[in-house]
C-alpha cells in the first residue's frame, strides 16, 4: 500500500493546517502580514495575527481543518467540523475569528473555498448547544460554488486569504472602538455564568 | 512590500514538512534542531525509529530566470564556510521553487545528497569560504545534470522514506574499503 494512502496524525493535520495558513497568509499580503504563535493556548488562539509595524489591532485565529468533506445524503460536499469548548474560556471578541478549510489528502493543500468567521457570529449561528460547562457549536458549510447557504459571505478562495485579512484588520483597526462599544467586551466571560442562555431578536 | 528572505525561507521549510508528513502517511517525523551551527532545517526520521535520521537543508527561489527563449531555470547559489562544509549520507539538499502566484513549491523539486552537490555544484574555494550555485531546468522534458534527483511536490514523503531504507539497508553492510584488503572473505550467519 502506498503511504500515503495511510491517514496522518490529529497533531500532524493541526501543525501542517496551521502553517498553510501561515503561509497563505504571508504569501497573499506580500510579507505585510505577521504571525505569532502564542506560547499557551489557554484562550484557544493559534495566531495572532497583525499588520507590519501596526500593532493593537491584531486578530487572534483559531485554525480548524478537516480531511474529509461530508455531503449530508446530498451530492453537494460540506465541510462539517464540532467544536467544544468550556463555558469559561469561550472568547466572543470582534478580534477572535475562526478559518475552517478543508485540508485535501490528495492535492496536499486547503482547497477553495475556506472560511473566515468572526467568532460572534460563529457563537451565534453555528448550532449553539450547551451542555454542562461546555458549549457544542457545530459549522456546517456547503463547498459548492452555486450554494447559497449561511456561511457563503465568509467564504474565502486560498489566494485571497492574505488581502482579505488585511483588510479585516484596517477595517477592524477603524471600527473597533464602536464595536466593541456595541457587543461589550467580554461577552464570553457572560456566557460563563450558569442558566445564561443566548436569545436573539428575529 | 516583498516577502522577506525570512519570511520567504520559514514557509518552503513549512511547506517541505508539510509534502513529507503527509506524502508518507504520518510516517516520517521532522524535528528542528534548536541551533543552526550544523546548517540542517530538519532532522527526519520514520516514526519510532531512531538512530537513521536524515539531515536537510531547504533552499527555495521566489523566481525562475529565463535562461533561453522558453526554458525557466531555478537558480540557488549559497557560500558555507569551509569548516562547516558536511558531506554525509546522511546530509541531503532539498532545493524548490515557491511560486508567489501558486503560493506554493513549484513542481519539479530536488532532493540532493550533500557529496553530490558539493561536487557537482560549480564548487569555488575563496578565503575559506566555498561557493555553490545550482543552475537547473524546470522543464518536463530537461535532461540536465540535476534530472536524476527531480521529484514531485506530491512524491517527496515517499522518496524520503525510500532515501531513509536505503541508508538503513548501507549501514548493515560492512564497510567497502574492508574488500579492498588482501585476504578479506565476508563470512555470514545464515
Known amino acids: ?202 | 512590500m516583498a516577502l522577506s528572505s525570512i519570511q520567504q525561507g520559514l514557509i518552503a521549510q513549512y511547506e517541505y514538512a508539510k509534502f513529507l508528513m503527509m506524502g508518507s502517511g504520518g510516517l516520517l517525523e521532522l524535528a528542528a534542531p534548536m541551533t543552526d551551527d550544523e546548517r540542517r532545517d530538519y532532522e527526519i526520521h520514520v516514526r519510532g525509529r531512531f538512530g537513521d535520521g536524515l539531515a536537510n537543508q531547504v533552499k527555495s527561489a521566489t523566481h525562475l530566470h529565463r535562461m533561453s527563449k522558453n526554458v525557466r531555470y531555478l537558480l540557488i547559489q549559497f557560500d558555507v564556510r569551509a569548516d562547516r562544509l558536511i558531506n554525509s549520507p546522511y546530509f541531503w539538499y532539498f532545493f524548490a521553487f515557491l511560486d508567489p502566484k501558486m503560493m506554493g513549491l513549484g513542481d519539479p523539486c530536488f532532493l540532493i545528497p550533500s557529496a553530490d552537490f558539493h561536487k557537482m555544484a560549480a564548487p569555488r574555494m575563496r578565503d575559506g569560504v566555498w561557493y555553490f550555485k545550482m543552475a537547473t531546468s524546470m522543464e518536463p522534458k530537461a535532461r540536465d545534470m540535476w534530472h536524476p534527483y527531480r521529484v514531485r511536490t506530491v512524491d517527496l514523503g515517499e522518496r524520503v522514506l525510500d532515501i531513509l531504507a536505503d541508508l538503513k539497508k548501507s549501514r548493515a553492510l560492512p564497510p567497502s574499503g574492508l574488500f579492498a584488503l588482501p585476504g578479506v572473505v565476508l563470512l555470514r550467519r545464515r
Open chain 1, 1 to 202: 500500500m502506498s503511504p500515503r494512502l495511510a491517514r496522518i496524525s490529529l497533531v500532524q493535520q493541526g501543525i501542517i493546517a496551521q502553517n498553510e495558513f501561515a503561509k497563505l497568509l504571508m504569501m497573499g499580503s506580500r510579507g505585510l502580514i505577521e504571525l505569532a504563535a502564542p506560547l499557551t493556548d489557554e484562550e484557544r488562539r493559534d495566531f495572532e495575527v497583525h499588520l507590519h509595524g501596526i500593532f493593537g489591532s491584531a486578530l487572534a485565529v483559531q485554525v480548524k481543518s478537516v480531511m474529509q468533506l461530508g455531503n449530508l445524503g446530498g451530492k453537494a460536499r460540506y465541510l462539517r467540523t464540532r467544536i467544544t469548548v468550556r463555558a469559561s474560556r469561550l472568547v466572543s471578541d470582534p478580534l477572535f475569528w475562526y478559518f475552517f478549510a478543508f485540508l485535501d489528502p490528495k492535492t496536499m493543500r486547503f482547497a477553495d473555498p475556506t472560511f473566515l468567521v468572526p467568532s460572534l457570529l460563529m457563537h451565534e449561528a453555528a448550532n449553539p448547544t450547551r451542555r454542562g460547562g461546555f458549549w457544542n457549536f457545530t459549522f456546517e458549510a456547503s463547498m459548492e460554488p452555486g450554494s447559497h447557504d449561511r456561511w457563503v459571505p465568509n467564504r474565502v478562495n486560498t489566494l485571497d486569504l492574505g488581502k482579505t485579512a488585511v483588510s479585516i484588520m484596517r477595517a477592524q483597526a477603524s471600527s473597533l472602538p464602536r464595536l466593541r462599544e456595541r457587543v461589550g467586551v467580554g461577552v464570553g466571560s457572560l456566557l460563563a455564568l450558569p442558566d445564561v442562555v443566548l436569545v436573539r431578536k428575529h
